[in-house]
RNA sequence: GCCCCGGUAGCCCAACUGGCAGAGGCAUCCGACUCAAACUCGGAGUGUUGCGGGUUCGACUCCCGCCCGGGGUACCA
């Protein structure tokens, strides 16, 4: 026990007999603090005004002012319960939406918690208490601790993802995507082309026949196709078309996790985020969701929202569309072999159309189908080196095919850069040339990328140079810069520059008599042209990919939403009733996942569901007489709760609306498109606080939920989240010993210059998380303690800018609190209690450091400053500290802008000074002008860019005299030195510059 | 490897469109108060702005090349 900060803590009982009795204490802190959490919370004081329905303002009031609404990302409530570092985005939320607040602004604050998940269900099975009690008791505590950090919160917009009134409308969004299918020529409102219809919508088109069904051949014409299905076909065909699909495929398994994962859940490695177990590929039958149909939406609409550049490239990255050609390449021989003379082509995706010409050999993935079937002999031509050793294709593609497959993700990625690959016998001619190349197979190459094949390009690409240099594979140039390639260059030209050998000088014979001519173009143009040429010879055409793939959307888990859906007799999904709605969670003998060893493969997953029989089977009437189903047995994954949140806190109560998710009015109104001065053409929450963990899974999901609600008409914002700010993270120093063991933090001394000592023995700093293990966190409760929740806050935020990462430092905290001690002397005797503010007109002098103050602080909160607001608070403070009396007309803008970071000894301040109201809607100071200009400014004078003197002069100076001026100051003079002035740059009135 | 962010006083951090390197806090030192100290108040010091070039009358700021720290991503055709 022995850091400054614990000694300060301790002395303050010790010490309180001789303690003025009106001190702003930690224990007069706390004392304010929890007074005014009460009041706010009788008098509703934050209770934002929806402009319709139930919920008023604070007193009954209507709605006024500019609607403004702000969001955290919602925690999930470990039970590990709070550190310093949680609040950060907060409190910073909490004060820009004070602030807002005073300057009228209708604010809409609230927070909820997202409680379906893992950590509660591995508990529970630890324990064998129920999820629910688990995670309902450790909301309680996260609700106590944040209510303790004064944020100004709506009560009454609050939920939990878990409540049943919550999980009866996610369940009903579910449905409303199952019930969806993507019409991709469809208009929308927006304009743009591409929107989810309803299903009964494609049934009815089918049946007319106004568009053919998908995946059978044949005229649809007049529905002769549909009709012509039987029943279950035709909801096969439906369902094949849903926006939230079963179907079989491989995806995701972690057996070790006991569930199948989504692809943003798996890391590079091909581990679980979750528990970094090993993840496999394997072919279940699941919950999709056709994300994929929104992949350029998704992209193209970042373009609408305020967001960090960094996310927003994460995002582009992960959706990973990349525009170019699909070229057909004839396999060579394969036409005498099929009796109908079509011949087997292989179909490559290529983002450069433009180097075809350079295309001197293909590579195929050891996964790709052309590979079932190869060549009995190696044909001509072929190198020693290309056969991998073995006599036959057959044999050699089999031996690496079963090698590719032993590979996991992590050797895959350690091998990544060496070029491994065998050929498979195949030759396939390219189009443009009519040359005859090798098709190889390479792990390079990934089936689930593009077409699982490329044209390889050795001339234009380093992968394939790299490979074509292994196996000794012809390289042709077909980009040079300009004036051509430097002498003696070998690798891959990736750079721009113009066309060249396409075709070559000497043309192969058997190319093509109307081969495009692409010399001499730059590669923009060579592209279009190629992809032109080969539509127009219907060997390929222009085509976009995608790396995001379909949402892989049930979990094996017990702790999360049902889907509320049951199987028939037939095997097929059938929706329940929105008015059916919530599918509540069945009770289990064993909430446990089926888990097993994590690197088996071979096992599959179990629901805990499926456990209940009783819950399972069910007769239910869904309108046609009741009918024996059984229940889906799956579970949503935890991001479904927080796609759709911020919906939930405009229109909590289901008040204003029974049958949708929200009431369009409210929608409109805090989220429509400019529905204030700052909201953009895509609408969404004003500002939306959080980690920057959250770029590609939550931020993405929430994101085509929203849009799928758009398409149906349930919302008009484009988008769901405006404005998007990352906060920093807090971190924290941590201590090892000679051992390496973490010693106590808080009870280590020294710092950076006599080093750092635990116990008598020297210990090594290191600098990261804060965590249990680390022996290195510092919670909230104790800050509330120790200094009260204002200084807590004041600290928080004047640390740094919110969204750099900065160490937490206990024993910097005392700033913060003295701060606040000096504002409260300000304004009360600790002595008497007495208010010893004084009504007499402050002086010019003060009011200039008032005003200025206010401009500046002003200036600091609109830009999301705290950190510098903050230390303008102070700088205020410590003059009117040095004042005789101090003067009511400075304190009290100096308490309104405390007032959104140190809201509680604001509020007492306020009272004090004779308020009876709460300042949470009082307005925000505003400047006076005529403060704000000097009567003289400080003009530095530059010799050579180096200040040499300075001159009074009078704001308004012109150019001429500030010059005379200058070159007149004596110490100029001396600089100059009698040298002749060659220029003189005049910057009135604050600089002049002589260059001689 | 590539992309993003950061590097300013012993520490956390300011510095507008290129214009005096310093707002604020911590720590340190001096003074006042005190029998003495703590608290409080008043005052003070500290710099190769990560390194090397360039542009400019003038660079923490813009450009080029590196170094260090943090984060993201990686055979995506």
């Known amino acids: 026990m022995s850091t400054s900060s614990d000694q300060s803590a301790a002395q303050a009982p010790a010490e309180a007999p001789q303690e003025p009795a009106f001190r702003y204490t930690p224990a007069l ?158 208009e929308r409102p927006d304009g743009g082309k591409g929107r989810a219809r309803r299903i009964a919508e494609l049934r009815e088109e089918l049946a007319a026949g106004v568009r053919p069904v998908p995946g059978r051949d044949g005229d649809n014409a007049g529905g002769a196709v549909w009709h012509g299905l039987s029943e279950a076909e035709q909801r096969d065909v439906l369902d094949s078309q849903r926006l939230a699909y079963v179907d079989e495929s491989p995806v995701n398994w972690a057996p070790g996790l006991g569930t199948v994962l989504a692809n943003e859940e798996v890391t590079a490695d091909g581990r679980s985020e979750r528990g970094n177990f090993p993840v496999f590929q394997k072919s279940l039958r699941q919950w999709k969701m056709r994300i994929t149909a929104y992949a350029d939406r998704l992209t193209d609409d970042l373009a609408l929202i305020d967001w960090p550049e960094k996310v927003k490239a994460m995002q582009r990255n992960w959706i990973g569309r990349s525009t170019g050609a699909t070229v057909r390449f004839d396999v060579v021989g394969t036409g005498e072999a099929d009796a109908a003379g079509a011949a087997q082509t292989v179909e490559v995706f290529t983002t450069r159309p433009d180097t075809l010409f350079g295309a001197t050999f293909m590579v195929v993935a050891p996964e790709h189908p052309l ?67 090798p098709v190889f197979t390479a792990d390079y190459v990934l089936m689930g990328y593009g077409t699982g094949a490329i044209m390889a390009v050795p001339g234009g690409d ?60 730059d590669v923009a143009a060579a592209k279009a042209e ?170 993405l999901y929430a994101r085509f939920w929203h849009k799928v609600l758009y398409d149906l008409g349930y919302v008009t914002a484009v988008e769901p989240f405006g404005k998007l700010f990352n906060q920093g993270y807090i971190q924290a120093y941590a201590f090892t010993d000679a051992r390496g063991a973490y010693v106590p933090a808080a009870e280590v001394e020294g710092d950076e210059q006599t080093g750092w000592t635990w116990d008598g023995q020297p210990v090594e700093r290191e600098y990261g998380k804060m965590g249990k293990s680390l022996k290195n966190v510092v919670t909230p409760d104790e800050m509330y303690e120790q200094y009260g929740a204002d200084t807590f806050r004041v600290y928080e935020m004047s640390m740094g800018p919110l969204d750099l990462s900065r160490p937490w430092n206990t024993r910097d905290v005392v700033g913060s609190q003295r701060f606040l001690q000096r504002l409260w002397r300000n304004v009360v005797d600790e002595e008497t209690g007495e208010v010893t503010v004084t009504d007499e007109p402050a002086s010019t002098e003060t009011l200039r450091v008032v005003h200025r103050a206010i401009a500046d602080v002003t200036a600091e909160m609109e830009g999301m400053r705290p950190n510098t607001a903050i230390a303008k608070l102070i700088t205020l403070n410590n003059h009117l500290t040095g004042l005789e009396r101090v003067p009511r007309e400075a304190i009290e803008p100096l308490v309104l802008m405390t007032a959104p970071v140190a809201p509680h000894i604001a509020e007492e301040l306020w009272a004090r000074l004779g308020h009876t109201d709460s300042l949470a809607h009082e307005p925000f100071p505003t400047a006076d002008e005529r403060y704000l200009v000097e009567d003289t400014v400080t003009c530095v004078v530059q010799v050579q860019g180096k200040v040499r003197g300075r001159v009074e002069v009078p704001p308004s100076i012109s150019d001429a005299d500030l010059e005379a001026a200058a070159l007149a100051e004596p110490n100029v003079v001396k600089a100059i030195d009698g040298r002749p002035v060659r220029k003189v740059i005049v910057r009135a009135p604050k600089l002049v510059n002589v260059v001689v």
């Open 29 to 186: 802190a706390q004392e304010i603090e929890l007074r005014w959490q009460d009041r706010w919370e009788e008098r509703g004081t934050f209770h934002a005004a929806n402009p319709v329905g139930e919920l008023k303002g604070p007193g009954g009031a209507d709605a006024s002012g500019s609607p403004y609404y702000i969001m955290d990302m919602f925690p999930y409530p470990s039970g590990a319960g709070l550190h310093v570092g949680h609040p950060l985005g907060f409190i910073a939320t909490d004060v820009v939406g004070r602030f807002r607040r005073m300057r009228g602004d209708n604010v809409l604050h609230t927070m909820g918690f997202d409680a379906f998940g893992l950590p509660a269900e591995q508990y529970a099975v630890q324990t064998g208490e129920h999820p629910r009690l688990v995670t309902e008791r450790n909301i309680v505590t996260y609700k106590r601790q944040l209510r303790r950090a004064g944020l100004a919160h709506d009560p009454r917009r609050t939920f939990a993802t878990i409540d049943p009134e919550y999980v009866r409308w996610t369940q009903w969004i579910f449905l409303q995507i199952f019930d969806s299918w993507y019409d991709a020529e469809a």
């Open 371 to 437: 590979l079932d079937e190869v060549p009995a002999a190696w044909p001509e031509g072929t190198q020693d080196a290309w056969t991998g050793g073995y006599a036959t294709p057959v044999e050699a593609v089999a031996a690496y095919r079963r090698e590719a497959a032993a590979k996991t993700a992590v050797e895959r990625q350690a091998d990544a850069g060496k070029k491994t690959g065998v050929f498979s016998g195949h030759l396939a001619v390219n189009p443009v040339t009519g040359t005859p190349v």
């Open 462 to 521: 380093e992968r394939d140079f790299a490979f074509a240099a292994a196996y000794d594979l012809p390289v042709v140039h077909t980009v040079a810069p300009e004036g051509g390639l430097p002498e003696g260059f070998e690798g891959a030209w990736t750079g721009d520059g113009v066309v060249v050998n396409s075709p070559a000088t000497d043309v192969p014979a058997g190319a093509p008599a109307d081969a495009p001519v692409l010399n001499g173009k």
């Open 530 to 699: 190629m992809i032109s040429w080969l539509e127009a010879h219907g060997v390929g055409e222009g085509t976009t990919t995608y790396r995001l793939r379909d949402w892989l959307f049930s979990r094996q888990r017990y702790w999360g939403e049902p889907f509320p859906i049951v199987w028939d007799e037939q095997d097929r999904p059938v929706a329940i009733p929105a008015s059916m709605l919530p599918v509540d969670l069945p009770d289990v003998p064993d909430y446990a996942p089926r888990t097993f060893d994590p690197d088996d493969a071979d096992s599959s997953p179990e629901a805990p569901l499926g456990r209940n029989d009783e819950w399972v089977e069910v007769t239910l009437d869904l309108g046609d007489g009741p009918k024996r189903y059984r229940r889906d047995t799956n579970t949503m994954p935890n991001w479904a709760g927080s796609c759709w949140y911020y919906l939930r806190y405009l229109d909590p109560t289901d008040g204003t609306n029974g049958d949708t998710v929200v009431d369009p009015e409210l929608e409109r109104y805090w989220l429509g498109p400019r529905h204030n001065a700052t909201s953009g053409p895509a609408g969404g929450v004003d500002l939306y606080v959080g980690g920057v963990e959250h770029a590609v899974l939550h931020l």
